[in-house]
């Protein structure tokens, strides 16, 4: 595979750190996960625990608002594949802030539920992920609503 090399200023360019987007630079889906990310890093900055997991919120908050959740549902509420919720839900029940029950009726799957640990670290990040979300507030002032539209439109359109 023959790959164009670079030019002298491209690479002086790269390695000053400072980055030319390209194209990348108008896609909505790579501002999207700039965005995301940086939201998460100053969440997780917020709660001093540098062991906080993308995602790990808002699960736990989905499993205690709709106790015995299935890890399907939860998949899909929450936009995650199998491949990350499972390493997930694997240590929220490890760390007994999620514990599992068979379905009787279904023994393919279990359901989820938050424990007394669970809710307390759930209220905890949440008085966190308020005062977070009022940042973001701040940022996108007015726009809020229709923000979320937009978003919540990209989610429904894209699936």
């Given at each position: 595979?023959n790959?164009?090399?670079?030019?002298?200023?491209?690479v002086?360019?790269?390695?000053?750190?400072?980055?030319?987007?390209?194209?990348l630079?108008?896609?909505?889906?790579?501002?999207?996960?700039?965005?995301?990310?940086?939201?998460?890093?100053?969440?997780?900055r917020?709660?001093?625990?540098?062991d906080?997991?993308?995602?790990?919120?808002?699960?736990?908050?989905?499993i205690?608002?709709?106790?015995?959740?299935?890890?399907?549902?939860?998949?899909?509420?929450?936009?995650?594949?199998?491949s990350?919720?499972?390493?997930?839900?694997?240590?929220?029940?490890?760390?007994?802030?999620?514990?599992?029950?068979?379905?009787?009726?279904?023994?393919?799957?279990?359901?989820?539920f938050?424990?007394?640990?669970?809710?307390?670290?759930?209220?905890?990040?949440?008085?966190?992920?308020a005062?977070?979300?009022?940042?973001?507030?701040?940022?996108?002032?007015e726009?809020?609503?229709?923000?979320?539209?937009?978003?919540?439109?990209?989610?429904?359109?894209?699936?």
């Open positions: 595979m790959q164009a090399k670079p030019l002298k200023g491209e002086e360019t790269a390695s000053t750190g400072e980055i030319v987007f390209g194209k630079d108008d896609y909505i889906g790579f501002h999207l996960r700039l965005a995301q990310n940086a939201s998460f890093r100053a969440f997780q917020k709660t001093g625990q540098s906080l997991r993308p995602g790990w919120y808002a699960l736990l908050s989905l205690n608002d709709n106790p015995g959740i299935t890890p399907m549902t939860l998949s899909r509420a929450s936009g995650r594949d199998k990350t919720l499972t390493p997930l839900l694997r240590d929220m029940i490890r760390d007994g802030f999620v514990e599992k029950q068979p379905i009787a009726r279904d023994r393919r799957s279990y359901a989820l938050a424990t007394a640990a669970g809710a307390a670290r759930l209220a905890e990040l949440a008085r966190h992920a005062e977070h979300d009022r940042r973001l507030d701040r940022i996108v002032g726009r809020k609503a229709e923000l979320l539209n937009l978003l919540r439109r990209i989610t429904a359109e894209i699936e």
